[in-house]
């Protein structure tokens, strides 16, 4: 806790001296909000049965601190509702399903945080309660899904993805550091051993194609038909008998869900990494070279973490 502190602390200086915004601004309201401004989680009953969850935190959808508490009470709610069977997770910015933790508050912000209710920390409590609920989640990607954003699509049941819109990566051995939601163990589960290591030791992102041949996503569906496809495959499973579905689900889980503590390892193990000077360093260059700030570096995150300078 102590050594992520002083790295908070390094990279708040770093903001600070580059004229970075320290706070998110407030968003615009929008339908069955979850929590108060900013407004980054948007919960939508489509019908009781079937619902959507908008990630919203435009420009780039970054996942931080502040989106924690209000995806919390989604996936609570997901987890006591007594008539919800299906829920997609789809963004409403363009060219971003959602993207990477946001580096600019101090992350005690994030560390001080209490343990979810799996005794995790928030983030790969959240992942876990998510895959294990009795409800049928969809990621419905279209944009970039980076570091969290392909973490939280790795905890769905189910992945779809725009054919022309869609990006898949775990950008974070790029920046220095090893990913924390979950992806090391979750990829090789689903794509085998070698194109996990390719995904996680490369940092580089998939087209759509790619990523449905690897297993990273179920299909990669032509982007003029990408909401009818999800749509209809949500309606379809919204109208099976609830016992059914998560009784399915409880089976399945059974023989593909890794162990808790698997995700527990691997958050510790991203929290000891961020504290090497290789990850600080690589880090605090990504930021003064345009993270969070400059589009083109969003959206060509891997090349440029691949142009910074070589890291013992």
Not at 278 to 304: F, N, S, Y
Request: hydrophobic share 40%; charged share 20%.
């Amino acid at each position: 806790m102590k050594t992520l502190n002083v790295l908070g602390s390094i990279l708040l200086a770093a903001c600070v001296a580059i004229g970075l915004p320290l706070l998110a601004t407030a968003q615009k309201n929008g339908p069955t909000r979850v929590t108060d401004a900013p407004d980054q989680i948007r919960l939508t009953r489509v019908t009781p049965q079937y619902w959507r969850v908008t990630l919203h935190n435009p420009p780039f959808n970054i996942y931080g601190p502040g989106t924690m508490p209000q995806l919390q009470k989604v996936i609570a709610a997901i987890e006591t509702d007594p008539q919800v069977k299906v829920v997609v997770f789809a963004s409403d910015v363009p060219g971003f399903f959602m993207t990477h933790y946001d580096f600019v508050p101090p992350l005690e912000e994030t560390t001080s945080l209490p343990p979810g209710k799996t005794g995790l920390p928030q983030l790969p409590d959240m992942l876990v309660r998510l895959s294990k609920a009795p409800v049928v989640s969809i990621a419905a990607i279209r944009g970039r899904a980076t570091g969290v954003g392909s973490e939280l699509s790795l905890a769905c049941d189910m992945r779809f993805a725009s054919r022309e819109k869609a990006m898949l990566s775990q950008f974070e051995i790029g920046a220095g550091f090893v990913p924390g939601g979950g992806p090391s163990t979750r990829l090789p589960r689903m794509m085998g051993r070698g194109r996990a290591l390719e995904v996680l030791m490369t940092g580089t992102y998939l087209d759509a194609d790619l990523a449905e041949r690897y297993g990273y996503v179920n299909r990669a569906i032509p982007d003029a038909q990408f909401d009818a496809f999800v749509d209809t495959t949500a309606r379809r499973i919204s109208g099976f008998p609830k016992q059914t579905i998560a009784d399915i689900k409880r089976l399945v889980d059974a023989s593909s869900l890794p162990p808790d503590e698997r995700f527990g390892v691997e958050w510790q193990t991203f929290l000891d990494s961020v504290k090497r000077p290789a990850a600080q360093q690589r880090i605090g260059q990504l930021m003064k070279d345009g993270l969070q700030t400059d589009v083109e570096l969003e959206q060509h995150l891997d090349a440029h973490t691949g142009r910074l300078p070589a890291s013992d």
